[in-house]
């Protein structure tokens, strides 16, 4: 079922700008930008490896959840 939402998402968001809340991170993987907002405040913006290399909020979330499907 979330590779289908994933599919559908990608199909319905090509050529236009798409604000998606996600609390699967693996969700919006592919966008061309994510922001991180704490408390309505934007605490990181960039793509996914971008955020990754930055090794901040983004980065701990996303181990988190992966640590988290794992187990």
């Known amino acids: 079922l979330l590779q289908a939402v994933q599919a559908a998402l990608e ?8 604000i998606v809340v996600a609390h699967r991170l693996s969700t919006i993987r592919k966008a061309d930008e994510i922001i991180v907002l704490v408390d309505g405040d934007v605490v990181e913006r960039g793509s996914h490896h971008k955020l990754m290399e930055l090794r901040g909020l983004y980065f701990e979330m996303t181990q ?8």
């Open 11 to 18: 199909t319905a968001s090509k050529d236009c700008t798409c």
């Open 64 to 71: 988190a959840q992966q640590s988290l499907e794992k187990h």
